[in-house]
């Protein structure tokens, strides 16, 4: 992962401006307050099916990437969505700023 995506995450993490983990992420996405939704680039093809339909069917933005746990420090969590939109627009410009993201 490049190091300005996982920077902005961590940043995002330590402000608490995320949540993380398979039931804060569906209940943030349920409840409306998921922006941005990130997945590892690891996941299980059904994982992935699985929260991409949950994001267009919401019309929140999806991305693969990768360590996602690692940037926020939880290697065990494999997936997160952004609660505030600066973060979302830093995380976006990030990856943006990444060709392989």
């Given at each position: 992962?490049?190091?300005?995506?996982?920077?902005?995450?961590?940043?995002?993490?330590?402000a608490g401006k995320c949540v993380s983990g398979a039931t804060a992420v569906e209940l943030a996405l349920k409840g409306g307050k998921a922006l941005?939704?990130?997945l590892e680039d690891r996941a299980s093809v059904q994982t992935i099916d699985?929260?991409?339909?949950?994001c267009?069917?919401?019309?929140?933005?999806?991305?693969?990437?990768?360590?996602?746990?690692?940037?926020?420090?939880k290697p065990?969590?494999?997936?997160?969505?952004?609660?505030?939109r600066n973060f979302q627009k830093m995380i976006e410009d990030a990856?943006?700023?990444?060709p392989r993201v």
């Open positions: 992962m490049q190091t300005r995506l996982h920077n902005a995450i961590g940043l995002c993490q330590k941005l939704v990130l699985g929260y991409r339909a949950m267009e069917t919401r019309q929140i933005g999806f991305h693969l990437v990768e360590t996602v746990g690692e940037a926020i420090g065990s969590r494999i997936v997160m969505a952004i609660t505030d990856m943006a700023s990444d």
